[in-house]
């Protein structure tokens, strides 16, 4: 009985039966009380009980659940067919107004989640482009600077030419850095570029990276290290030349931001039996942990000035995130000031 005096799924045709039925007592009592006889009282139940049957579900089916169900239509945006009509009206149980009351409440959460992820995706394309045009503007200026005061005069003077030259092809270095950068970027977010994973030895590959980038560290008397006791080959199963950026963009930042006479050490180690954690240490400045948490955000800088006269476009960073994550992976970074920074990365592990 309580199953079907479940309010929550009552519907018009139940509705409709159990008023009529109270409505039929009511009527089959009262005409007791004025004439005590049971066949008069039992035509009374029955006609009172067609009669207000039939209105009560009219009443509703026309006037209430049709345009509950219409507007729930319209909210899910299901034009059904004729054929479908059917279906749903006979075949399927028809949906109670409660079980509609939460489909829309459900449909209600889902538009407002929708709507807050638009919100930050419109902010987030006004931040992103006020950056750009921010970040772009600096080189440009410089070269224009260079250029305009060459075409001034100082073309002439062969104490300053070939210095202003020099210094305006600086600014279209960085132009270009930063356009690379950002290709790179887009293409890795347009999902455009597939990952194509292979097993290789990380060790290598840390060894070719070094090996590209020792000039930039010669020059700086940087020591690059593979971390003793982790010198073991061990193979991971990802997109190796994907990988040659994310290391690149590391290592890079640890020659670009280390000491003088600094150490850069790569560590490898085997985790739960199917990963492979990469971290490229240094003993730089360090990060302030208040930078931390956005450290990966693209053209986000701990040191802004920094930054732009080592020529970095602070997009190194949101690169290494978006390949080991395409990747499935994740990426952390610790740093303490004036200790060092390591960053570091998971892969999976490959067949050995
Ligand atoms: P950038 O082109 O400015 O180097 P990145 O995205 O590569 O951009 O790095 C973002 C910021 O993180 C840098 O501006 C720098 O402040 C900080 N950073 C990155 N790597 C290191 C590091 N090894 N040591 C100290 N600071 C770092």
Redo the contacts with the bound molecule.
């Keep these: 009985m309580s199953t079907v005096l479940n309010t929550k799924n009552l519907s018009p045709r139940l509705l409709s039966f159990f008023t009529s039925a109270i409505m039929s007592v009511i009527n089959a009592l009262l005409s007791l009380l004025l004439r005590p006889q049971w066949y008069i009282a039992c035509i009374v139940f029955i006609v009172t009980f067609i009669i207000t049957y039939w209105l009560y579900y009219y009443t509703l089916q026309r006037f209430i659940y049709r345009k509950i169900k219409l507007i729930y239509k319209l909210i899910y945006q299901t034009k059904a067919t004729k054929r479908e009509e059917f279906f749903y009206n006979n075949v399927l149980p028809q949906k109670s107004i409660e079980e509609v009351r939460e489909d829309v409440e459900e449909w209600a959460i889902q538009k407002r989640n929708e709507i807050e992820v638009l919100r930050a995706n419109e902010q987030f394309r006004k931040e992103f482009l006020m950056n750009l045009a921010h970040e772009l503007r600096t080189p440009v200026f410089t070269v224009q600077g260079y250029v305009d005061t060459l075409l001034g005069g100082a073309i002439d003077d062969p104490n300053v030419n070939r210095k202003f030259l020099t210094n305006a092809t600086k600014g279209i270095d960085r132009l270009t850095r930063l356009l690379d950068d950002l290709d790179e970027i887009s293409k890795l977010e347009s999902g455009k570029v597939p990952i194509i994973q292979e097993p290789f030895v990380i060790q290598d590959l840390v060894k070719d990276v070094y090996e590209e980038l020792s000039l930039s560290a010669k020059n700086k008397n940087i020591q690059l290290n593979i971390k003793s006791g982790t010198e073991r080959p061990l193979v991971v199963n990802a997109d190796k030349p994907k990988i040659k950026q994310v290391l690149v ?1 590391l290592i890079e ?2 020659i ?3 000491h003088e006479n600094g150490n850069i050490t790569a560590g490898f180690y085997e985790v739960d039996g199917n990963h492979i954690y990469t971290e490229i240490s ?1 003993d ?4 302030n942990e208040e930078h931390l948490p956005r ?1 990966f955000e693209r053209f ?4 802004r000035s ?2 732009r006269e ?1 020529g ?7 690169i290494v995130k978006h390949i080991i994550e395409a990747h499935g992976q994740t990426v952390t970074v610790r ?1 303490t000031p004036n200790v060092g ?1 390591s ?1 570091g990365f998971t892969l999976d592990k490959g067949k050995e």
């Design positions: 963009n930042n640890a670009k931001y280390g240094d730089g400045p360090g990060i450290i986000y800088r701990a040191d920094r930054s080592i970095g476009t602070g997009l190194g960073l949101a740093s920074s960053f």
